[in-house]
């Protein structure tokens, strides 16, 4: 990672953090162990087009804070399958519930795809499957083949700081 995104990406982890403190403290009607703050530990990934040599194993760190049973807010950097660093700020919206498993789907920004932008950022929407145990958990997350796009299956491990 490029020293220089080091200070910004904490910035902008502070950001999302006060953002997500303020919303949880405007929500009356959610007891205090709806919220969750998760530490989130970049990404394995498996892309069905294999010849084109990608990096499956995307070292990073996030955090992501559940706001209410069917939101989190979610900011983090890993280095991605195209070889470059990447940022990353989502919504994670998950209205179905099925036992500790949600569904739904995550909409944000990222960058450091150059076949996207140029490798600046740009906006995303991916369908997203989370399991929150009480310490542990998982995001499963499928990139779907688009344009210059080839698709992935994407599996994060988190786990709960409080």
Same mark, same amino acid.
């Given at each position: ?17 006060? *953002?997500?403190?303020? #919303?949880?403290?405007? @929500? ?9 703050? *998760? ?16 990096? @499956? ?6 955090? @992501? ?6 939101? %989190?807010?979610? !900011?983090? $950097?890993?280095?991605? %399958? ?10 994670? *919206?998950?209205?179905? #519930?099925?036992?500790? *498993? ?12 150059? #076949?996207? @932008? ?5 906006? !995303?929407?991916?369908?997203? #499957? $989370? ?13 779907? $083949? ?17």
């Amino acid at each position: 990672m490029r020293r220089h995104s080091l200070p910004a990406l904490r910035g902008l982890c502070v950001l999302v953090l006060a *953002w997500a403190g303020g #919303a949880w403290a405007q @929500e009356v009607s959610e007891t205090p162990t709806d919220q969750a703050l *998760w530490l989130n530990l970049g990404a394995l990934t498996y892309h069905p087009n294999q010849s084109q040599g990608y990096n @499956e194993n995307n070292s990073g760190l996030g955090l @992501e804070y559940r706001l209410k049973p069917d939101t %989190s807010v979610m !900011a983090g $950097s890993f280095y991605n %399958s195209v070889y470059r660093n990447t940022n990353y700020v989502a919504v994670n *919206w998950q209205p179905i #519930a099925l036992g500790d *498993w949600k569904l739904g789907l995550a909409m944000g920004v990222m960058n450091g795809y150059p #076949a996207v @932008e140029n490798g600046g950022y740009f906006v !995303a929407a991916l369908p997203m #499957a $989370s399991y929150e145990g009480k310490r542990f958990g998982v995001n499963l997350s499928l990139i779907p $083949s688009v344009a210059q796009i080839d698709g992935a299956l994407v599996v994060q491990v988190k786990f709960r700081l409080f």
